[in-house]
């Protein structure tokens, strides 16, 4: 009997996509990967290096090695720039159609379809869309890769910045009542890089409570503490002096229980992490149903033996998490597939060092 070789889709070239692919390479296996935009990473191939003295393993090198590797990779065929148009269950897989025109069967399904980030202008105390200099953190991430920023501070020395936590999650109003898990980490490492480039910067964080998660947030956190100011509560709503064009935020002092003042060149809105826009198309073309908030990570989702969801498609997470989503996913296919498996030896390191990778 002829041995047939099994065909396998990666729905999203983000990092979970890219990082399956890669866990895929060495298989016997033919890899269809599948990117609506033109070029591979998703949203994490628009981060900037958040390096100072010394790297700070935000993971921003790793997604353009992994975009590099995945072009290079002989059992994978890159579809850019187009989308899964049309998909029919058959009893062994799926006949797929894409807006290419190109069609292929495939036996098993990987949903990595990322995630967009909150967009602000929904909350109109923040006056996202009225104030130039209140900005979000996909924004400010843009003006350090592209090293624009002062452009925000008039050209001063020692620019005072605020950081306002939890813009679009953790909001039981707008049925996002979920921690987006990352943006505490992002705007702690964008306070960082800011710190370091504008030494005499003087930057404030308002925050409901921070999650410093993992192992090398803690110690991170416990010096940057040092050079920023942490107050907890997050404001209400921002102001605009006309005299002096600086921002204004109200907020409640702890100790003394009175409201405090604050002026501000930039505010900086923390903002959460939503479901692709692509996701509810292609669940539904598959037969998923995501939670209420629009996520798998829960099990009020509906899922399928065939299609397994790896990195945010199944709840936020950073960089180096949507990695190893990604490798699960494709250790879940080669087990469903029973194929050989061809192990990579893993060292774990125990110590108090940081873990890279």
């Not at 843009?142 to 452009?151: F, H, I, N, P, V």
Request: glycine share 6%.
């Amino acid at each position: 009997m002829k041995k047939t070789t099994p065909n396998i889709l990666i729905i999203g070239g983000g990092v979970a996509g890219m990082a399956a692919a890669i866990a895929l390479a060495d298989q016997d296996v033919v890899v269809y990967l599948v990117e609506k935009e033109n070029t591979l990473g998703g949203q994490a191939i628009r981060w900037a290096c958040m390096a100072t003295d010394t790297c700070e393993n935000c993971g921003a090198c790793l997604t353009i090695e992994m975009a590099d590797q995945v072009q290079k990779q002989k059992n994978l065929i890159l579809h850019l720039d187009t989308m899964v148009e049309t998909l029919e269950k058959k009893d062994q897989g799926y006949d797929i159609l894409l807006k290419n025109k190109v069609s292929f069967f495939v036996e098993k399904i990987i949903l990595a379809t990322g995630f967009s980030p909150f967009n602000p202008v929904q909350t109109n105390s923040l006056h996202y869309d009225d104030y130039k200099n209140v900005i979000t953190t996909a924004e400010l991430n843009t003006l350090l890769k592209e090293e624009t920023l002062s452009g925000y501070f008039n050209q001063k020395p020692d620019p005072k910045i605020a950081f306002i936590q939890c813009v679009g999650s953790r909001n039981r109003e707008q049925g996002r009542d979920y921690c987006s898990q990352v943006c505490c980490k992002v705007s702690m490492r964008h306070a960082n890089k800011i710190n370091h480039l504008y030494p005499e910067s003087d930057i404030t964080l308002f925050y409901m409570d921070l999650q410093l998660i993992g192992k090398e947030v803690r110690p991170f956190f416990n010096k940057l503490s040092k050079n920023i100011e942490l107050i907890q509560g997050v404001p209400a709503e921002i102001l605009k002096d006309s005299k002096t064009n600086m921002l204004t935020i109200v907020a409640e002092d702890k100790e003394t229980l009175s409201r405090i003042s604050r002026a501000f060149d930039l505010i900086v809105l923390s903002v959460g992490m939503l479901p692709s826009q692509s996701l509810e198309t292609t669940a539904t073309m598959l037969n998923l149903k995501p939670n209420s908030w629009g996520f798998f990570n829960t099990d009020q989702a509906i899922l399928s033996k065939d299609v397994v969801i790896a990195g945010s498609a199944n709840g936020p997470k950073d960089i180096l998490s949507s990695k190893q989503d990604g490798r699960i996913a494709a250790a879940k296919i080669i087990e469903d597939l029973g194929l050989n498996v061809k192990i990579k030896k893993n060292i774990a390191v125990f110590g108090e060092g940081v873990q890279v990778d």
